[in-house]
């Protein structure tokens, strides 16, 4: 996952900070080395470690810091500020043109995810209720104009096309004009990339731009190429003078490096980050959440955004109210899986809870398990989902037969679910404000598993 490496070092200095009365300049010294050897170890540029760790030390050596009653605390919060503005500090959010359409311009090097990710910006617009058009102006690389049209397809978007046979500056030009004839607000353009920056590419792009005259030209890269993306994102930015950047691939980076330096390096903010590969894997980069995310604590704002976006009000109070009075069932719990998935993959979402990225150990969440407990409760019947205790050694066996597994994956969920259900129980008493949390605090502690652990 993005950052692992780097948000479990340091959550590991600052544990040792938080467990100290005070702190000597020696303590704080001690704590930014190694706090500087992640950032390094996590692929951040070494210009922008050296900046981040001598405008952390000036503000955490001062006397205000050793003064404090926690001053471990107080190192904490000024790394996760410093962390913030190094990421941008604040979100920096789509232009949006007052004469429609807004336009669009994708570029970046062949392999990043530009038309996949030209799709998943559709999509999002959509969601907020914008008219996007997508616009396939790569003829050279085989089959980008139908990934680009399946794409659009699927998320029931426009993508308007002339072919690999007219040249990129007109079918752009074109495509801006059929956005103004039919109404559609926003114009995403698919550009063409290379295996590496050349100048027929800028030049190309520099005629698109001319020809457009976009409000935003986003920059896609890999964020797994690390040093790489922000030397791609520096000649970019300087030939095209970019307006932003896309991070694809963030999920599967571990160390981070790109998404803490390209800011840094080029000025240009990072506007979106794509974490998964399904079409709706896309979400605005938030600079304060991503800092507190990598620190351990946790991203509560975007888990409820997703939330708003994904989950039914109605279901959820129905749900919250059965989980109270113990009227929890496996339909119910299929119902709540369905809901869970649409909002992405479960050992993201727990990052957003503060303190969760610790305890992932203990709760193992996997999703091939997640398809099995579904095709269980799948084979039940009505009556058997609603009242699980009627299941006798037939049923299990019938059940394990309908859904391709053992006698042994059934028993093993049922007694999962029963133990869920009292977790749940406790959980509702722990939001009510009863004796709730410090049982549940103890199940989670001794590795209490969920039935898709």
């Known amino acids: 996952m993005a950052f692992e490496g780097l948000s479990s070092r340091l959550q590991n200095v600052f544990s040792k900070l938080k467990g100290r009365g005070k702190l000597s300049e020696e303590d704080v010294n001690e704590a930014l080395r190694e706090v500087r050897l992640a950032l390094l170890e996590a692929d951040v540029n070494f210009k922008v470690v050296k900046d981040f760790i001598a405008k952390v030390k000036e503000q955490a050596i001062g006397q205000d810091v050793m003064k404090s009653f926690t001053p471990g605390m107080v190192v904490i ?22 004469r429609p359409p807004t336009v669009i311009m994708m570029v970046g090097l062949q392999g990043a995810g530009k038309t996949t990710t030209s799709g998943k910006l559709a999509k999002l617009l959509q969601k907020q209720n914008h008219k996007p058009l997508l616009v396939a102006a790569d003829i050279y690389r085989p089959a980008a104009i139908k990934q680009l049209q399946v794409l659009g397809s699927q998320i029931n978007v426009p993508v308007f096309t002339l072919g690999d046979q007219t040249s990129p500056i007109a079918i752009a030009k ?15 353009i698919d550009t063409a990339g290379r295996l590496h920056i050349d100048e027929n590419l800028m030049d190309e792009l520099q005629q698109i731009r001319s020809a457009v005259n976009p409000d935003e030209i986003l920059l896609v890269i890999d964020a797994m190429t690390g040093q790489d993306a922000v030397n791609v994102a520096n000649n970019f930015h300087q030939q095209m003078e970019l307006t932003g950047v896309v991070l694809t691939k963030l999920d599967g980076d571990t160390r981070g490096g790109a998404a803490l330096s390209v800011k840094a390096v080029t000025g240009c903010p990072i506007k979106f980050a794509a974490t998964g590969e399904k079409v709706d894997a896309l979400e605005p980069f938030h600079p304060e959440r991503m800092a507190s995310r990598i ?21 959820a109070a129905e749900l919250e109210r059965k989980m109270r009075t113990a009227e929890f069932t496996l339909e119910d719990f299929l119902d709540q899986m369905e809901q869970l998935k649409k909002m992405g993959p479960l050992d993201q979402l727990m990052e957003m809870m503060p303190g969760m990225g610790k305890m992932k150990g203990n709760m193992k969440v996997d999703e091939k398990q997640m398809g099995r407990v579904e095709a269980i409760v799948k084979s039940m019947t009505t009556m058997e989902k609603r009242k699980p205790e009627i299941l006798n050694g037939n049923r299990r066996k019938r059940i394990a037969l309908g859904s391709g597994t053992s006698i042994q994956d059934v028993n093993r969920l049922l007694k999962q679910f029963e133990d869920m259900k009292k977790m749940m129980k406790q959980f509702s008493g722990m939001m009510g404000g009863g004796k709730g949390a410090k049982g549940l605090k103890g199940k989670l502690g001794k590795g209490m598993k969920f039935p898709f652990g």
Do not use: R
């Not at 962390?83 to 979100?91: I, P, S």
């Open 295 to 315: 620190l351990g604590m946790g991203d509560m704002l975007s888990l409820i955004e997703k939330a708003q976006f994904n989950i039914d009000n109605d279901k």
């Open 174 to 188: 074109a495509g801006l004009q059929h956005a103004k004839d039919n109404h559609l607000d926003y114009l995403i």
């Open 77 to 98: 919060d000024i790394v996760n500020k410093q962390l913030t503005e190094l990421m941008g500090g604040t979100q920096s959010k789509l232009a949006h043109n007052n």
